[in-house]
């Protein structure tokens, strides 16, 4: 039901609809902040999403799940310090948060800083779960900011072949282009344009390099 309002332009409605639903157990306050945080991202209300979440890590300090949520939102925001300050709370409340190892190792190699710890992070998230394509990828997109080429590709197109997603699609792309191998890069890319073409991490990349499509 609260999708189906938010389909119809009624956030507000839908919202109000998800506070209401009854809470039978320990973690259902919390599931339903989620749960509201989603509905304003899907409507492009990412500040009130990040606001929503940031009410919830005021209320339940000690949820992980929370605290990643709304780092995520800080980074939609540009917010990356902050990202980083959640991110790293998140970690010391459970050093084998393997989502937060990935994004904090992610967000530093896509900022082009402290690469080697950027690698340590995502070559531990790795550790705890082995042949994630998303976390491969990341380790893929640090080893291309490394300038190690050849060990970028062999990654990313082990992470693209797991699990054709648009935004490792965007990643592959550029690490193909890069290695001059630009027929399989436009391939790439635009197998990740038929996926979603409105995906911003893709279109950036292919603006940026002045892919030919």
Do not use: C
């Not at 989603?38 to 606001?51: F, G, S």
């Not at 491969?136 to 997109?141: A, E, M, N, Q, V």
Request: charged share 35%.
């Amino acid at each position: 039901m609260p999708r189906i309002l938010v389909r119809l332009g009624r956030v507000d409605e839908a919202r109000a609809t998800l506070r209401k639903l009854p809470e039978t157990e320990p973690r259902d306050a919390a599931v339903k902040i989620q749960a509201e945080a989603q509905l304003l991202r899907e409507a492009k209300r990412h500040k009130d999403a990040y606001e929503v979440l940031a009410e919830g890590v005021r209320r339940f300090p000690e949820d992980g799940d929370l605290l990643y949520d709304q780092a995520m939102m800080a980074d939609r925001l540009g917010r990356h310090e902050e990202m980083e300050r959640l991110l790293r709370k998140a970690l010391t409340q459970n050093a084998d948060n393997a989502n937060a190892l990935n994004a904090l190792g992610y967000s530093l190699a896509d900022r082009g800083v402290r690469l080697d710890e950027a690698r340590s992070l995502i070559d531990r998230a790795l550790t705890l779960r082995p042949g994630d394509p998303y976390i491969t990828d990341s380790l893929g997109w640090v080893e291309f900011r490394l300038g190690r080429l050849p060990e970028a590709l062999r990654l990313l197109r082990q992470a693209y072949a797991a699990r054709p997603d648009t935004e490792i699609a965007a990643h592959l792309g550029e690490v193909l282009w890069a290695s001059g191998l630009r027929d399989e890069a436009r391939r790439v890319f635009k197998e990740g344009r038929e996926r979603d073409a409105n995906n911003e991490v893709l279109r950036e990349a292919i603006a940026r390099l002045k892919a030919d499509l």
